[in-house]
């Protein structure tokens, strides 16, 4: 399904927490779990899931990237583009209305980044500045591949 095709993520600090909590909860879910009579290869899923969750947590509670690193506003904004074109699951008309749809909320999830930026690290910033002043071209020539099936207007 691809329901929210036409939307970015919600970076609002409400949105954050309730995300990290999501994972604080369901990673202590998987900790808890009693493996011991497990078969060996469902063991080792539970454990690889569970270093999988253990790094989202490890990066939400000590990281912070939404508060150190810019990377996360310019990755999400050209990510966001990139994945509508990259997979042909629908008509190249339908993926250019939601990368356009994507395209309008960019103003307003990059001021939420500038709020939420308490701490940006310098790397992180010049490698977001560098990533920002070259995606123009990018976008262009690769919208453009979308345009077969779009009116004049």
Same mark, same amino acid.
Request: net charge positive; aromatic share 6%.
């Given at each position: 399904?691809?329901t929210w095709?036409?939307?970015l /993520? !919600?970076y609002s @600090?409400?949105?954050?927490?309730?995300?990290a909590q999501?994972v %604080?909860?369901?990673l $202590?879910? #998987?900790?808890a779990?009693k /493996? !011991?009579n497990? @078969?060996?290869d469902e063991?080792m899923?539970?454990?690889l899931? %569970?270093?999988?969750? $253990?790094? #989202?947590d490890?990066?939400?509670?000590?990281l912070?990237f939404e508060?150190?690193?810019?990377?996360?506003y310019?990755?999400?904004?050209t990510t966001?583009i990139?994945?509508l074109?990259?997979?042909?699951?629908d008509?190249?008309r339908?993926?250019?209305?939601?990368?356009?749809?994507?395209l309008?909320q960019?103003p307003?999830?990059?001021?939420q980044?500038?709020?939420n930026l308490?701490?940006p690290v310098?790397?992180?910033?010049?490698?977001?500045?560098?990533?920002?002043?070259?995606?123009?071209?990018?976008?262009?020539n690769?919208?453009?591949?979308?345009?077969?099936d779009?009116?004049?207007?």
């Amino acid at each position: 399904m691809h329901t929210w095709d036409d939307r970015l /993520t !919600d970076y609002s @600090p409400a949105q954050i927490a309730t995300r990290a909590q999501r994972v %604080r909860s369901l990673l $202590e879910k #998987v900790r808890a779990m009693k /493996t !011991d009579n497990w @078969p060996k290869d469902e063991r080792m899923d539970q454990i690889l899931f %569970r270093v999988q969750l $253990e790094d #989202v947590d490890f990066g939400n509670r000590v990281l912070k990237f939404e508060q150190t690193n810019p990377q996360v506003y310019t990755g999400e904004c050209t990510t966001a583009i990139f994945s509508l074109l990259k997979k042909e699951y629908d008509t190249p008309r339908k993926r250019a209305l939601a990368a356009t749809a994507r395209l309008k909320q960019m103003p307003a999830l990059l001021k939420q980044g500038l709020s939420n930026l308490q701490n940006p690290v310098k790397l992180y910033a010049q490698l977001a500045i560098q990533s920002a002043r070259s995606i123009d071209p990018l976008l262009n020539n690769s919208m453009m591949a979308l345009d077969v099936d779009l009116g004049p207007n």
